[in-house]
Nanobody, 127 residues
Framework: QVQLVESGGGLVQAGGSLRLSCAASGLTVSNHAMGWFRQASGKERELVAFIMWSADYTDYADSVKGRFTISRDNSRNTVNLLMNGLKPEDTAVYYC????????????????????WGRGAQVTVSS
């Protein structure tokens, strides 16, 4: 049974940092394309950070470039998201997702391309 479990969310002041971690069981993160999505209240789920199985390719939403960093720890079978310079507009539920087969890289931002999801971690940034 596959499980993705996010941790590290919380409340932080604007300008602060948080580190989210996604612990995987039942799958190997190095064999999957992994994404961090977020969904703010009343908005659609959006991809904020992506890492390919080779880890040579990463990508970020324009709104978080230069502030967020995605990484993978194969020894712990986790995917992490370091978030610096947090802004109130970063407030959302953050989800970890895994895709077995991402045929077209251009589809990486589509939630329907991902096979497994975590339950999410709340991140709240106060002004």
């Amino acid at each position: 049974q596959v499980q993705l479990v996010e941790s590290g969310g919380g409340l932080v002041q604007a300008g602060g940092s948080l580190r989210l971690s996604c612990a995987a069981s039942g799958l190997t993160v190095s064999n999957h394309a992994m994404g961090w999505f977020r969904q703010a209240s009343g908005k659609e789920r959006e991809l904020v950070a992506f890492i390919m199985w080779s880890a040579d390719y990463t990508d970020y939403a324009d709104s978080v470039k230069g502030r967020f960093t995605i990484s993978r720890d194969n020894s712990r079978n986790t995917v992490n998201l370091l978030m610096n310079g947090l802004k109130p507009e970063d407030t959302a539920v953050y989800y970890c997702a895994a895709a077995r087969d991402l045929t077209y890289l251009s589809n990486r931002n589509l939630p329907t391309m991902y096979d497994y999801w975590g339950r999410g971690a709340q991140v709240t940034v106060s002004s």
